[in-house]
């Protein structure tokens, strides 16, 4: 069936560092990609989202980039800092549709 | 803050209680959402009412009834649990109800255990 993964379950990255978090999607159908942040014992906080007709949008300290030529997404965050760690998921819509599909997470740690 | 309310934050429940999750917004969103996360999971589809009807049911086991009495509130209520139904339930409430960009703002959840 369609799916929404990611590529590693864990990064560890140095304060002020970039980290870099990828996912793979299957369904070429999805109009809207999400990124979540979801820190423990919270709700999932929604980050940033890209339309499939765009390849790069950018946020404060955020970047997400869509190749829809290999269904892949990536959220890129500048400087990381500590109040940054937390599980990342990104997720898939497809408008009209009101079942938001969530990726399997990556775990991002903040080594000072 | 999150502007989803979500009570109570913690539930401990026996395989024969009765009890109910409650969730509210008050953002005048049309589309109110549960899922179900279990630990290290991503959260998972349950329920979507949109306008106050139900329009999605992931097909959940009838022990777990949603209700959604008014655009604001949102309810879970939960019988004849089994113990595997422990997990995190999480509301969200989104302003478009045909899906639109998924932007969902969640709730902190309420954490259920089951003994």
């Known amino acids: 069936g369609e799916s929404v993964g990611l590529h590693l379950p864990t990064l560890s990255v140095q304060e002020g560092d970039n980290s870099i978090i990828n996912c793979a999607y299957s369904?070429?159908?999805?109009?809207?990609f999400i990124w979540y942040k979801q820190e423990s014992g919270k709700g999932p906080q929604f980050i940033i989202d890209?339309?499939?007709?765009?390849d790069k949008r950018q946020g404060q300290r955020v970047t997400v980039l869509l190749n829809k030529t290999v269904k892949h997404l990536s959220l890129q965050i500048a400087a990381t800092q500590p109040g940054d760690s937390a599980v990342y998921f990104c997720?898939?819509?497809?408008?009209?549709?009101?079942?938001?599909?969530f990726g399997q997470g990556t775990r991002l740690t903040i080594n000072p | 803050d999150t502007e989803v309310t979500q009570t109570p934050k913690h539930l401990v429940m026996g395989m024969t209680n009765k009890k109910s999750l409650k969730c509210e917004q008050h953002?005048?969103?049309?589309?109110m959402y549960w899922y179900k996360q279990k630990a290290k999971k991503p959260p998972e589809l349950m329920f979507v009412?949109?306008?106050?009807?139900?329009?999605i049911n992931e097909s959940v086991p009838s022990r777990f009834s949603p209700e959604c009495p008014n655009s604001s509130l949102l309810n879970l209520h939960l019988h004849a649990l089994q113990p595997e139904d422990s997990a995190l339930y999480l509301c969200?409430?989104?302003?478009?109800?045909?899906?639109?960009?998924?932007?969902?703002?969640f709730g902190e959840g309420s954490r259920l255990t089951v003994l």
């Open positions: 369904n070429s159908a999805s109009d809207y």
């Open positions: 969200a409430s989104s302003p478009f109800s045909t899906g639109g960009t998924g932007e969902l703002f």
């Open positions: 009412y949109s306008y106050e009807k139900l329009s």
């Open positions: 890209i339309r499939s007709n765009m």
């Open positions: 953002m005048g969103h049309r589309a």
């Open positions: 997720a898939e819509n497809t408008q009209g549709a009101q079942k938001l599909v």
